[in-house]
């Protein structure tokens, strides 16, 4: 057996969380102290001893934390043995991701409603509740709880309800107890929770709850989990709420150890239901727990750890720890401070200087600026950064304003409802004129003021026509948007651009779907009052109510636009646009403000850019150059810091304080900023703002960091060296088989969909081929439990089971039809062969060089009855959403019997069902080495370019770009 040998340069401390036998174990890991590392190393050293990898789950706060961690096993683990460099952990079933990953995963996995649940992010619910407040009874609970004399805003119910439901879920709280405590409240909550599983949704302060109750004794998931989770880790241990904390006991007490990480001197994010009192009462709470201690930072100067100590010692409460630095000094010093006199001379004096460093030879990713938030914030910044030709990328999904090009496309969707909207978040409207978009499209666009005002000239008939006809398919118009006004773009900003506006096209598909998704009929009943009027509106929208031809014209593009000609006598009413594009102006208001910015960051650095990004998003980063600017009262602190919040629950339920924020929560996270810099810190605030009004210096400056400051240099004074680097680390992606052919046909395409986000356009089939997965999956469940498989199953699954969430009702129905007759095509025929199943959407991951490519078997069988599971057959069906060309195909199931292989399984026979057709035609497909080790070449060189960022137009244009969504904009477009 392999043994793990650890290297001479793990300190005593990291050795000792590495190599510790306890059940239960607490790792307090400081800022730079190197616990990827140690993670990584005490999950591989367990695989070495011989624990399975699937026994194992990782839980990480985000999906990016979870590929560096699975890189860094990845590697470990082929270092230390070499059955990993073959198939590493993750392909053998260990487990790492979120805790709603892992959850929704598990849930699914039990099949029935929870398969079929299609995931709700917090975009998706606010818009969701806010298609149906009315209707729920959201509105007048409001109404109830403000009084006769207060203002009604929609908006501010929902999220009053959102924020109340989300304390709730969080917290764990008994029905009972709420419904005690706030009935009307408990009332709503259920009818929505109703209506979540009507619609086939799932959002994600549900999840882990869902998988909680399924782990108690008695649930699903504890009977199929019984005995088969060994150990289970935790990262941001002290980020953890109280719904998780109950899935992590539940794990526990299937009989798993447990291992937490995290340092609750970085809790920022207790406002979302974080409880730092989960971390710190750890080893009381689960008994014979064990403590290591890492203090030791490996990552900043010691000149930035004895400044950033300071504040962290001044928490109240916190664990005692000793927080020294591994690094030499850097004379003359570390840490520079300044002040400016308003926001726009610090933003200058800022860009001056990442001038002057990039000059000296740091590449423009190795500097960080950092903001309490980039929407109140970085606009100044970004601006002289770009009025200098510096490269700048706004991170991740924050702020809409952040970034100048969705700034643009938000403002003119708000043009076109009605010209004013509510931005900030504090009551202020801003106008939006025809004037004022000119000169943002010649500051976005470049183009001149002639040819600014033709666009926009443009853009007023295609405003008008929406409003007139109604809103087709929101991508095809923000798709029609970039083509008139040139965006992306090309040049040294196309880059940058083209994220903004892939992150615009997944937020406005995110609305979209949930105002055109099916809701039940009972939502449309109300035929007097607020309700009704809501649900004839609704019915306009949603795409199963509509009554007019799919993808209507618009008439406002080009003549060779994607809108053609709008045909005469063609009528929908005068409101179906305009209340398509209200309620869209109302999520932009709601999504330009905090709520996406507060997020941790799912984003990919890139070495060629400034990074701007909120201090949030840069929780477990490291640049070797930050600046934290805008340390003044209000904006670090948060001027909302204990700002009182409405909720429909009272006090004695949760701890409303740590909702509300606390001075504490926002030293920790000015404390996370300040452990970001490696070998430069940069600090500053200004004077007053703009309009003459006098800025207050931030009291954590003239209070806890008080002291520190004698030792800071003044602004200038430090010139850190510029090392070359390896440049920013890419870990190796984790791909499919269908974006791996998007790449294949042309790469810049695959660049716009999966790096960008640029969404496809919406199919009225949607959810179609991932309904007869389900069918057959369901009825594979009850062979392997010894249930032959009949025709008349498959209606009765029907009857359970059956939604598509944007047909329309003629289509619906025949679609129906036709998944009835398919599978019961497929029964009558193979039915038999469902009793031999071993599993029914069995993960696989094919590991490539340069990537790992994951995939689903959609039938795991043994090869024959009286087999013992060791020899058996794969079953892959081919339905129009995931048909890939047929050559890929059979060479894409071939990879996955590789690596059924290396799981000790041995393949016998591979089958490609078609359920396209009626007959249910079944291609065996040969196991062909030679033919799948050519394939895999194809794979490796295709990941290659991925990985290496090379995303090249097709070779024969005219060709790929017939049926491409983005060819009305696309540089390349034939």
Known sequence: MATHTLPEWLSEPQRRAILSPAARLQIV?????????????????????GVDPASIIAFTFTEKAAAELKARIETRAAEADERFRELPPVGRGLFIGTTHAWALRALQ???????????????????????????????????????????????????????????????????????????????????????????????????IGRAADELAPGGRLYERLQGRIAHVFVDEYQDFNRAQETLLERLAALGAAITVVGDDDQAIYQWRGGDVSLFLSFAQRFNAAERVELGENHRCRPEIVDFARVLAESLAQRLPKQLTAARKPAPPGAVELFVASTPEAEAQTIAARIEK???????????????????????????????RGIPVQVVGHGSLLARPEMALVARLFVYWAGRTWYPNGEGRPEVVTREALEVEIQAVTGLDAERARAAMDTLERLGEGLRREGVPDIVAVFNEILAILGLPGQGDDAAARELGLGQMSELLTAFDHVVRRAAPDALYRETTGPGAAEGAEDAMLAADREDSVWGLALGAGSADGAFGAARPGLVLGPTRGEAYLMRLRAFLEEFAGRAAEEAPAEWEQTAGAVQVLTIHQSKGLEFPIVFVPSLVEGRLPSSRLGRPQEWYLPDTLFDRARYEGEEDDEARLLYVALT??????????????????????SRFLTGALRPALGGVRRFGDVAPA?????????????????????????????????????????????????????????????????????????????????????????????????????????????????????????????????????????????????????????????????????????????????????????????????????????????????????????????????????????????????????????????
């Open 109 to 207: 996995e039990l099949g029935g409603a929870y398969e079929l649940a299609d995931a709700l992010s917090e975009e998706q619910e606010w818009a969701l509740v806010y298609r149906v407040a009315r209707r729920l009874g959201v509105v007048d609970l409001y109404a109830e709880h403000v009084g006769p004399t207060g203002k009604i805003s929609v908006a501010q119910a929902v999220s009053m309800f959102l924020r109340s439901a989300e304390v709730v879920y969080n917290e764990r709280l008994e029905r009972e107890t709420a419904r005690a405590a706030a009935p009307r409240f408990a009332e709503v909550l259920e009818r929505y929770e109703w209506l979540l599983g009507e619609m086939r949704l799932m959002p994600f302060r549900v999840m």
């Open 357 to 387: 460093l990039i000059a000296a030879g740091h590449a423009p990713g190795d500097i960080a600026v950092l903001y309490r938030s980039t929407r109140t914030s970085a606009r100044p910044l970004v601006e002289a950064l770009r009025a």
């Open 676 to 697: 970001r810099a490696k070998e430069l810190l940069v600090v500053s605030w200004f004077e007053q703002y703009q309009e003459n009004r006098r800025a207050a210096v």
């Open 722 to 974: 510029a090392a070359p680097g390896p440049g920013v680390r890419t870990e190796p992606p984790t791909l499919d088989f269908s974006s791996l052919v998007t790449y294949a046909e042309c790469g810049y395409r695959y660049r716009l969909r999966h790096v960008c986000g640029f969404q496809p356009l919406l199919a009225r089939e949607l959810g179609f081929g991932k309904l007869l997965h389900h069918l057959i999956a369901e009825l594979a469940r009850a062979g392997a439990a010894g249930r032959r498989a009949q025709p008349g199953d498959v209606e009765r699954l029907l009857e359970r089971s059956f939604y598509l969430p944007f047909a329309g009702r003629e289509k619906r129905a025949a679609l129906r039809e036709s998944a009835r007759r398919r599978v019961e095509a497929y029964v009558r025929r193979h039915g038999d062969e469902l009793l031999r199943t071993i599993q029914p959407e069995a993960r696989f991951e094919v590991p490539l060089a340069a990537a790992r490519v994951r995939g689903r078997i959609d039938l795991l069988l043994r090869a024959d009855e009286n087999g013992n599971g060791t020899q058996v057959e794969l079953v892959d069906f081919k339905t129009t959403s995931n048909r890939p060309p047929a050559e890929i195909h059979v060479n894409q199931l071939r990879l996955y019997a590789a690596a059924a292989e290396a799981m000790g399984l041995e393949p016998v026979r591979l089958a490609i069902h078609d359920l396209d057709t009626d007959g249910g035609a079944r291609q065996l497909v040969p196991l062909d080495h030679a033919a799948r080790e050519a394939f895999r070449e194809r794979l490796e060189a295709w990941a290659e370019g991925i990985r290496a960022g090379r995303f090249e137009p097709p070779a024969e244009p005219e060709v790929m770009c017939r049926g491409c969504d983005f060819r009305r904009f696309c540089q390349y477009s034939a």
């Open 29 to 49: 890991a400081g800022a730079g102290s190197g616990k990827t590392e140690v993670l990584a190393r005490r999950v591989v050293r367990l695989l070495v001893e």
